[in-house]
């Protein structure tokens, strides 16, 4: 329904070098798929999406939409976009913006029908100019149905809403997936990608890091969280550590001790086994702490000339995680 293939955009930086905004991005969205791209700021989501609705022309690869160029599945109202900004105009109120829009197409849904699904019908007679930034989304999304798209591409949709409003949002958006409609959203939100989205593709400056169900992209990222009750000798620690390998991050937290493995099952045997451990307990990483754990690991992998920018990313991970 959505495929990339090999797609490639650039700017200029601003000193003589070009920034890889997508850098090499094959995605395959299916219909009925709800998937978030997830990414820090500059991972290159809204420049991936703008090529995805024709916006933005990659220098190379490939881009089709429903079988066709973007643009065309644009001007047929087979896909429609609620972008981060979109010019509204302020005098008018926001049933009037609807109804405008609604004449512009060939064959619109229901205006009044728009409006409900939208959650626009509380402010509908106030003027666009004095509605909040979550009621402009609504609006704009509610323009967002009006052609009755197939498929819907969401950038950072809640910017601006608080957390109810947030979750109101999504409980809408929930609807129209259910209806059958296919949603590609951005979002640096991570509990937006693991409440709404089955899929994630997380980005980080241009490349697709993971792609997959969202509870796969989490435990790609391997590592558990492991807690026991147990104060172990030196000794017993490093014969914890020779056996099971991967174990990490070893704290003692008074008589708890915690620690972090790509290898839990071996980890909790042998705790259970093989010392007076006991009380233990389990819990995957979070999908904030795979993201982190994800985007380090392309970080420390990519060329030494990137340090900055892998110094950067961890920045913005922790920015995300505040
Ligand atoms: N018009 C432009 N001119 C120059 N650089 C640009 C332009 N648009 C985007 N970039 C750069 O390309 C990279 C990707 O930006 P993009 O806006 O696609 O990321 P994003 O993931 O959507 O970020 P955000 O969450 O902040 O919107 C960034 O480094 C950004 O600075």
């Not at 512009?104 to 009044?112: C, G, K, T």
């Amino acid at each position: 329904m959505i495929t990339t293939r090999d797609v490639r955009v650039t700017y200029p930086d601003g000193a003589g070098g070009r920034v890889h905004a997508v850098d090499g991005v094959d995605l395959d969205v299916s219909r009925g798929e709800v998937t978030a791209l997830l990414g820090p700021n500059g991972a290159g989501k809204t420049t991936l999406i703008d090529v995805v609705l024709g916006l933005t022309a990659p220098e190379q690869g490939s881009v089709e939409v429903l079988g066709t160029a973007p643009a065309h599945a644009v001007r047929d109202g087979r896909i429609s976009a609620l972008l981060q900004t979109g010019g509204l105009l302020p005098d008018l109120t926001a049933v009037e913006t609807v109804r405008m829009i609604a004449a512009l197409h060939r064959n619109p849904a229901d205006v009044d029908e728009v409006i409900d699904i939208a959650g626009v019908r509380p402010f509908a007679s106030r003027k666009v100019g004095k509605c909040s930034g979550g009621q402009q989304q609504r609006l704009r999304f509610a323009l967002a149905l009006l052609p009755r798209p197939e498929v819907l591409i969401l950038d950072e949709p809640t910017a601006g809403m608080d957390v109810s409003a947030r979750h109101e949002f999504w409980d809408r958006m929930r609807a129209q997936a259910d209806a059958g409609a296919t949603v590609l959203f951005a979002t640096h939100y991570l509990e937006e990608a693991e409440q709404f989205a089955r899929r994630t593709v997380l980005l980080d400056r241009g490349r697709v890091l993971a792609d997959g169900a969202t509870d796969e992209v989490r435990s790609r990222a391997g590592a558990a969280h492991l807690q026991v009750t147990w104060l172990p000798s030196p000794a017993e620690l490093a014969a914890l550590q020779e056996a099971v390998p991967d174990v990490r991050e070893v704290e003692q937290r008074g008589s708890r001790l915690a620690l972090r493995t790509d290898a839990p099952d071996a980890a909790a045997v042998h705790l259970l086994t093989r010392t007076a451990a006991h009380d233990l307990t389990i819990r995957p990483a979070s999908l904030e702490e795979a993201f982190q754990m994800l985007t380090a690991d392309d970080g420390a992998s990519a060329a030494t000339d990137r340090t900055d920018e892998t110094a950067e990313t961890a920045d913005d991970a922790e920015e995300l995680l505040r």
